[in-house]
């Protein structure tokens, strides 16, 4: 028992200072150190999109290759990138080169996270919504202390502390995952075949970030935020807050009354959240909406990922597939709500949440899982 939950400890850590340091060289350092750079508002945006077009691409592969080469071998390469990557923003004097980093740097995140959840699967089957859950908490208390510590960092010494700060952040996760069991290796030779139900998780998924990403852009210009950055970062802060607390005790819940349910109520409490983003005109609603979104999103996640390790036998495979489709939406939202406006926004954010949600209870309705 001892040796098992020493293991966990371990893969939390990991994903604690992985998630921590990757964070660290976007927020808020990506921006600042481009502009010091003397790059465009324009060129800047470029450079911030292309970890998450790598994400896309990369997901789904390193998934596939950890049920073929196992998700040790997978995740110490991952630990490679976010050890080197970092190191890599001294060479980095343009528009082009700064986005050639951010790709790389790309691959260590969007290797990480599916393989590192399909690793919990396999080591707690039995637990996985619970221990999944435990594990993004760890990955969101890194992520919601990066902006604060990489922004002291860049105010009292200078950039050059946080590259080599998140390379040694770097360097705990490569070496973490030298004493990760060798799991995965379920693949002998690559035969996929196209799956509906894990297609339908992914747009649950995709809704949710498309949310997310969409409140994250535009929360500081809502009228009665604006000239408040402080208070903004605050309620941001508060919605991870919420994730990283709700998070594990959803996995449990999962656990113990199966993943339809869960989900169920937790894409209605998104959709309801969009609504009010959508309508709001007082601070109190946004920040009702904030704390609903949080909520509903984190019980939605806590069931679809172990729910699409339980209808694919390729458990890397699945969880990669859902991170990709999830980067596809996280990457729409702030476009959607962009040129549509606040109100049609975030009411076709939350409208095709809905309607992902509806094809999924009717699709599901039958199948023969915990839920």
Known sequence: MRAVRTRLYIILLAGFFAILGSTMSKS???????????????????????????????????????????RKKLLSISG????????????????????????????????????????????????????????????????????????????????????????????????????????????????????????????LDAAVYMAYQGIETFLPLFYYLQGKAW?????????????????????????????????????????LAMMIFAFSSSLPLIVSGAVLFSVGASVSEASTKPLATEISELRGAALGFLESIKDIGQALGPVIVGFLGFKAGFTFVGVFGIAALLIFTITFKSLKTKG
């Open 80 to 203: 490679f990138v976010f050890l080197s990557a970092p190191l890599l923003y001294f060479l980095a004097g343009d528009a082009l080169t700064l986005a050639l980093v951010r790709a790389y740097y790309g691959i260590a995140t969007a290797i990480f996270v599916p393989v590192s959840l399909a690793l919990i699967s396999d080591i707690y089957p039995d637990k996985k919504g619970t221990f999944m859950g435990i594990l993004s908490s760890a990955t969101l208390v890194g992520r919601a202390l990066a902006p604060l510590l990489a922004g002291t960092l860049i105010y009292f010494a200078g950039f050059w502390t946080v590259f080599l700060l998140c390379s040694l952040f770097g360097l705990i996760v490569f070496g973490l995952t030298f004493t990760f069991p060798d799991t995965g290796r379920e693949l002998q030779r690559v035969e996929l075949s196209f799956s509906a139900g894990l297609l339908i998780i992914g747009l």
């Open 231 to 271: 208070l903004s970062g605050l309620i941001l802060t508060v919605e991870i807050s919420v994730m990283a607390a709700v998070k594990p005790y959803a996995g449990y819940l999962s656990d113990r009354i199966g993943r339809t349910k869960p989900i169920i109520a937790g894409m209605g409490l998104v959709g």
């Open 28 to 70: 808020p350092t990506l921006p600042l150190y481009a502009q010091s750079l003397g790059l465009s508002r324009g060129e800047i945006g470029l450079i911030a999109s292309a970890s998450t077009v790598t994400g896309i691409v990369v997901n789904f592969a390193s998934g596939l290759l950890s049920d073929i080469y196992g």
